[in-house]
């Protein structure tokens, strides 16, 4: 825990903030989805298939991925689960906050190491670059997308 707390204090300030940020919201987050249907979670949003993520400049880009890498380093420390839709809803409301507009998809696939469980998974786009949920995305299909615009 020592070892935590001395990076955290050697990070710049705004990685510092952004880590404070993404924290809390995801909190909030966690709890959202605990408490509230999905629809009031994305009313927000355009849901649109096959929408596409606008281009960004390359400060929003910059940005983007300083979000995306704090949202994804603090989920792995929270007290609870902050798996992948907290993790998109976040660090989506994050880039809105900032005038960076995305687009998140939803998607599904069967567990066949669980007993053909439906698996579902979240990830998040700016530019064409996956901001958070990576990591196995490939392997579901794109049930709904969601998009919001930026400046």
Not at 7 to 29: H, P
Not at 84 to 89: G, I, R
Request: with cysteine.
């Amino acid at each position: 825990m020592l070892h935590k707390i001395r990076k955290f204090t050697k990070l710049k300030s705004r990685q510092r903030w952004l880590f404070i940020e993404a924290y809390a919201r995801l909190g909030v987050m966690r709890a959202a989805i605990l408490t509230l249907p999905f629809k009031k979670l994305v009313k927000s949003l355009d849901h649109q298939k096959g929408a596409l993520a606008p281009p960004l400049k390359r400060v929003q880009m910059e940005t983007a991925i300083a979000i995306g890498e704090a949202v994804r380093t603090v989920a792995g420390n929270t007290p609870w689960e902050s798996a992948c839709l907290a993790q998109t809803l976040t660090a989506q409301r994050m880039l809105d906050n900032r005038g960076i507009g995305g687009i998140f998809h939803l998607g599904a696939t069967m567990d066949e190491t669980a007993g053909e469980k439906l698996k579902a998974h979240a990830w998040l786009l700016c530019d064409n670059t996956i901001i958070t949920g990576e990591a196995g995305h490939e392997q579901y299909a794109v049930l709904s997308t969601f998009s919001w615009k930026g400046e």
